[in-house]
């Protein structure tokens, strides 16, 4: 099996699936992360390229991921006037610690909240199950 795959009784995650879920972020997006890290601090065009996508769609990519501190974007100024941008990927174990952070703190979210439930809860939900 795929290290990159976990199956539970009711669910499977990939890393894929986790990243979109705890960044806020599309599939695509993690393609270009993890794209961006394997290739080092790359430019807009390179990282289309390696993707077979346009210049455009990757672009916008890289706007999610700077947003979500995934990438960060450095203004490379040239010497006869004018810049462009190179885009850096944060390193995976940063990646990896946010994942196990996240993850726990909703584990302990999740305990708090099921600890609450009352019998009456449950009733009102067979209540609204029966009506919908």
């Known amino acids: 099996m795929s290290k990159l795959i976990f199956k539970t009784p009711c669910s499977t995650f990939t890393l ?10 599309k599939p695509f997006d993690v ?18 390229e390696l993707l077979n996508r346009d210049r455009s769609t990757v672009q916008r990519s890289f706007q999610n991921l ?26 995976f ?4 610690s ?3 952070d996240t993850m726990e703190e909703w ?13 009456k809860d449950l009733e009102k939900y067979i209540k609204e199950f029966k009506n919908n």
């Not at 174990?93 to 990896?96: D, L």
């Not at 584990?107 to 019998?119: A, G, L, Y």
């Open 16 to 25: 894929e699936s986790i990243m979109c879920c705890i960044f806020g972020i």
């Open 66 to 91: 700077v947003n979500v501190g995934l990438v960060k974007r450095k203004q490379v100024n040239l010497k006869g006037g004018g810049y462009f941008y190179n885009y850096e990927a944060i390193p």
């Open 31 to 48: 393609a270009v992360y993890l794209t961006l890290l394997k290739e080092g601090t790359s430019r807009v065009n390179t990282i289309a």
């Open 98 to 100: 946010i994942i196990v």
């Open 107 to 119: 584990c302990r979210e999740v305990k708090k909240w099921i600890t609450k439930i009352e019998d």
């Open 93 to 96: 174990s940063e990646v990896q």
